[in-house]
């Protein structure tokens, strides 16, 4: 195929080294360390909050510090709001939320609401934050706080999922419960019995269902999304602290801190399928869907495991900084930002012979491809007339040709979640471009 031909020996010739697997691109070095990442898919820039305060923009194609924006506060748990395209932290210093402007990198507003974890709700354009007084709801738009909605004891971890549910993990062994909260209502609609302190929650999309890491309890509960009842209780290995997803193969990575394994859940049946050796403490874990490979971060020995997400098998490790947290991904660069105690590493994760070009060559027309990620339509803007347009899946396989219409909005009606490809041409030669199907 032409197109995948033609970017394979576009970067064939530049990395032969490393065309088929993850590579160390930079070191950012933040004293100290980050307490905090987030990738703005709008502007293509990472938002990183160092230890000792304020917040650094980092450009997503260079890895270069554009500028520091001063907070007087040190920030954790960054959230992207997309629809006012602004930033969302927690001030640990001051006990409050801070919103941030991504246009003009100016703080919008102090927000009175200490905070443990936040969440946003894309549906209703809302931030919830857990703290010792419950769920603090904001306003998205106007950065007021709306309502504090009562949970267990302890709220600890907190998610939203696209069902418009937020789910909040109530850690204290006197509560061990999640807590359903309606996000159009900020009602509560259910609590939740799990194991001994669930710690960390992720959503099956596929498959509506929550799973929720019991740390004390070396179990994953799995929760029904739609009728909010527990079906199934994981055991997994001790102390499982991080979850992660993987939306290709539908199945759930469980990093189990005290005995060094990643367990590996059928997003189906719920059983075991492996168990994957990783390195010493496993506590952060981050799936890259363009190349369906899963990143642990050890924390003990300063060290990332890559886990091929279709085989579960350990492609490599990679040595870092000290603590490391694989916790932002870069979906333009296909990069994995790692929090350690010594900045930032930047790893760059490459399809085989697909590496989409990020930089626009002499003559070639500009295109941008929007919503991406999308979910039911995606539109093509170009400087140049399209004369035919192709739909490819990650393997390179031709999945859909469209008609060119006026305006330019095409259907994913019937196309599964996953990384795509587009492939046009316009008269002035042949483009392709990366897609995000939700």
Known sequence: MKIFARLFLTYGGILPAVIFA????????????????????????????????????????????????????????????????????????????????????????????????????????????????????????????????????????????????????????RSSSVTVIDGATDEVLATVPVGRSPYALFWNATNNKVYCANYDNDTVTVIDGESNEVVAMVPVGRAPRALVWNATNNKVYCANEVDNTVTVIDGVTDEVVATVRVGTSPGALLWNPITNRVYCGNLGSDSITVIDGATDEVLTTIQVGRYPNPSCLNLNQSKIYVASHSGITVIRDLVPGIEQMEQYAPGEPHVTVFPN??????????????????????????????QVSQPAQYSLKGINPGVYFLGFDTKRGEITRKLIVQ
């Open 22 to 173: 993850q590579y160390i691109e930079t070191t950012i070095p933040i004293r100290y360390g980050p307490l905090s990442l987030c990738w703005n898919a709008a502007n293509n820039k990472v938002y990183c909050s160092p230890s000792l305060g304020d917040v650094l923009v980092i450009d997503g194609a260079s890895n270069e510090v554009l500028q520091q924006i001063l907070i007087g506060d040190r920030l954790k748990f960054l959230t992207w709001d997309s629809i006012d395209n602004k930033l969302f932290g927690i001030g640990i210093i001051y006990s409050r939320v801070i919103a941030i402007s991504c246009s003009t990198h100016r703080i919008q507003a102090f927000i009175p609401a200490d905070g443990v974890d936040l969440t946003w709700n894309a549906i209703n354009n809302k931030v919830y934050t857990t703290n010792i007084h419950g769920v603090t709801v904001i306003d998205g738009a106007t950065n007021q706080v709306l309502k504090n909605v009562p949970v267990g004891i302890e709220p600890w971890s907190i998610i939203w999922t696209p069902t418009n549910k937020v789910y909040c993990a109530n850690y204290n062994i």
């Open 373 to 402: 990620p999308a979910k039911d339509v995606f539109t093509v803007q170009t400087s140049s007339s399209i004369q035919n347009l192709r739909l490819y899946d990650a393997t390179g396989k031709l999945i859909r040709t469209y």
